[in-house]
């Protein structure tokens, strides 16, 4: 099994600073076909978790530019250039490389 | 606009059964792989089962044996049928399409 792991497992970010979360896998998420699956989700609290960043460094549909994901192989990282206090919440990582697994998440607070 | 609707979700005791189920909107299930992932209270998102769109289906190892993944294209929803239910199966449970869709999620309760 592919294994995501997450650090740090929580931050506390003054408004306007940068954040930066990695997620480190167990195997390469390279597949054949050239894409690497890796994902990046924002489960803001008593919502579903929401699509941020896909195959590594495409933002979604709405994302904001302040949202940046970088890496290849097994190392990730995603980061917040300008934190705002929307940010809060737990970020995922996620690889569909073989099946879905998830990282631990990464809890985000305001100071 | 996709939507995700899961139903099902209830109160039942060790060793009871229960089905999910996943209606889409906006979004053809049987084209696209489907996902279920849970949330036990308070902690991590956990994936439980996948089917791609030829119709493979796989599990985590904490369910595999106990639950069953299935979709009826007439009726464009998803399913989980939960058998054997144990009390650290009690979660949030979400249907994922793709990745960017996910429903609202239905929370399952086992307890006696």
């Known amino acids: 099994d592919i294994v995501l792991t997450q650090t740090p497992l929580s931050l506390s970010v003054t408004p306007g600073q940068p954040a930066s979360i990695s997620c480190k896998s167990s195997?390469?998420?390279?597949?054949?076909?050239?894409?690497?699956?890796l994902f990046w989700y924002l489960q803001k609290p008593g919502q579903s978790p929401q699509l941020l960043i896909y195959e590594v460094s495409s933002r979604f549909s709405g994302v904001p530019d302040r949202f940046s994901g970088s890496g290849s192989g097994t190392d990730f990282t995603l980061n917040i250039s300008r934190v705002e206090a929307d940010d809060v919440g737990v970020y995922y990582c996620m690889q569909t490389i073989r099946y879905q697994t998830f990282g631990q998440g990464t809890k985000l607070e305001i100071k | 606009e996709v939507q995700l609707v899961e139903s099902g979700g209830g109160l039942i005791q060790p060793g009871g059964s229960l089905r999910l189920s996943c209606a889409a909107s906006g979004f053809t299930v049987s084209s696209n792989y489907m996902s279920w992932v849970r949330q036990a209270p308070g902690k991590g998102l956990e994936w439980v089962s996948i089917?791609?769109?030829?119709?493979?289906?796989y599990y985590a190892d904490s369910v595999r044996g106990r639950f069953t993944i299935s979709r009826d294209n007439s009726k464009n929803t998803l399913y989980l049928q939960m058998n054997s239910l144990r009390v650290e199966d009690t979660a949030v449970y979400y249907c994922v399409g793709r990745t960017p869709y996910w429903g609202q999620g239905t929370l399952v309760t086992v307890s006696s």
């Open positions: 195997q390469s998420l390279l597949h054949s076909d050239g894409k690497t699956y």
């Open positions: 089917i791609y769109s030829g119709g493979n289906t």
